[in-house]
């Protein structure tokens, strides 16, 4: 058993949230009961992973997308009240971390996709260095667009939007998940010969074929399904608690 601010010590801590400017408020986002002993971790703070976390008993729910963000008008009506009604009424806290959980160099969704995906990072690029960038942890590279397009859909279980470039080998391989093809520009002045994110836009594929570097969007939820359940996991076994991930399918 934990106590509530201890186990929110321990997660500012390992993420380190004062380091970043986000996009909406990193940490303890809804306040539950003062004791923690099971703690579920997931992708996005919905309402199906809400709901999974009562039926799971848990006391603390740790995601990647929480509830507030940015520019919200602040009226608590429609799916908001649904969602906060749910963990105020089954006196559940809600931790999140948004690019402080990307962020993290062996827990965070970057991280732990190329962990994932056997590449080893040798660099960082990009605003606040969220990016990654190295090669394969074999030493090896892809063959062609088309055999690291048949890697990426092995790993994560779903069909990759790709752009191919220039044909022949890939080696150096940059990756940012979630919706990160704003940082493609900065991928491609970092040296990669190919980019991995969850996204694309419509200016990326004409960069891909001007610049001949692939793109290759993976999914936004496929591409940070890792980083919340490996922080999760750390955190609850440092603190002697329960810990279980939950998947929410989300085809995005």
Known sequence: MADRDQLLRAFDELLQPQQFKDYGPNGLQVEGRREVRRIVSGVTASRALIEAAIAGRADALFVHHGLFWRGHDGRVTGW??????LLLA?????YAYHLPLDAHPELGNNAQLGQRLGL????RFGEQSLGFIGQRADGGAFR??????R??????HRPVTRVDAAPGAIRNIAWCTGGAQGYFEAAIAAGADAFLTGEISEPQAHYARECGVGYFACGHHASERYGAPAVAAHVAAAL??????????NPA
Request: no cysteine.
């Open 120 to 123: 080893r990072a040798t660099g």
């Open 80 to 85: 908001l009240r649904q969602r906060l009604g």
């Open 144 to 149: 062609d667009a088309a055999e690291l397009a």
């Open 90 to 94: 089954h006196d559940i806290s809600l």
């Open 151 to 156: 890697h990426l859909e092995d790993a994560l």
């Open 240 to 249: 002697g608690l329960e810990h279980r991930f939950i998947d929410i399918d």
